[in-house]
T-cell receptor
Framework: DTEVTQTPKHLVMGMTNKKSLKCEQH?????MYWYKQKAKKPPELMFV???????INESVPSRFSPECPNSSLLNLHLHALQPEDSALYLC??????????????????FGPGTRLTVL | GNSVTQMEGPVTLSEEAFLTINCTYT??????LFWYVQYPGEGLQLLLK?????DKGSNKGFEATYRKETTSFHLEKGSVQVSDSAVYFC?????????????FGDGTTLTVKP
């Protein structure tokens, strides 16, 4: 299985709603990522989990809350979002490279994304 | 810090034309280099990669060579098809640490007309 799956595919929510995005991979990867992508722009990194621990938070507002329940699952909890948060949210995974590795990092495998609209 | 500069688009070609999308990078050390493709309404798919200088990545007729002396990783295809219409992103990934942070170029939109 070389696939990253994301649910839901589309999500429309109001500014007072609470919702969650889900991501799953069964490739044995130990690093998982959340990206935000606006139209016609490259993905912007939000969070990185390495071995189920949050290793990078790119100064993301607290209305986005990531969670990694186990090595195969990654969630993004959403609360009190703003219309400008509307975007494609992409999950990715990769084999983790521990410190001291002499090889360059592995490629990231991306999911199809969740198209989020905040009204 | 790391950066990736891609050829500005959009690029419009006729079917069977030759494609080049330029990509240059700035990075410390020896990063891995990637080309990703994004079809409308979809996520990013890895197209090809190269992990060290002079490596050539290739897939589906696309090629790119890791040129350390010119810090470039230009994407080429000899004969494009309508189905190649998509957005192409050049990216680099630095080594070291527990999970690399990718740096993406701004993307180049390719439209191939029949």
């Amino acid at each position: 299985d070389t696939e990253v799956t994301q649910t839901p595919k589309h999500l429309v929510m109001g500014m007072t709603n609470k919702k969650s995005l889900k991501c799953e991979q069964h490739m044995g990867h130990r690093a998982m990522y959340w990206y935000k992508q606006k139209a016609k722009k490259p993905p912007e990194l939000m969070f990185v989990y390495s071995y189920e621990k949050l290793s990078i938070n790119e100064s993301v507002p607290s209305r986005f809350s990531p969670e990694c329940p186990n090595s195969s699952l990654l969630n993004l909890h959403l609360h009190a979002l703003q219309p400008e948060d509307s975007a494609l949210y992409l999950c990715a995974s990769s084999q983790d490279r521990s410190s001291g590795s002499s090889r360059a990092g592995d490629e990231q495998f991306f999911g199809p994304g969740t198209r989020l609209t905040v009204l | 810090g790391n950066s990736v500069t891609q050829m500005e688009g959009p690029v419009t070609l006729s079917e069977e034309a030759f494609l080049t999308i330029n990509c240059t990078y700035t990075a410390t050390g020896y990063p891995s280099l990637f080309w990703y493709v994004q079809y409308p309404g979809e996520g990013l798919q890895l197209l090809l990669k190269a992990t060290k200088a002079d490596d050539k990545g290739s897939n589906k007729g696309f090629e790119a060579t890791y040129r350390k002396e010119t810090t470039s990783f230009h994407l080429e295809k000899g004969s494009v098809q309508v189905s190649d219409s998509a957005v192409y992103f050049c990216a680099l990934l630095s080594k070291g640490g527990n999970a690399g942070k990718s740096t993406f170029g701004d993307g180049t939109t390719l439209t191939v007309k029949p």
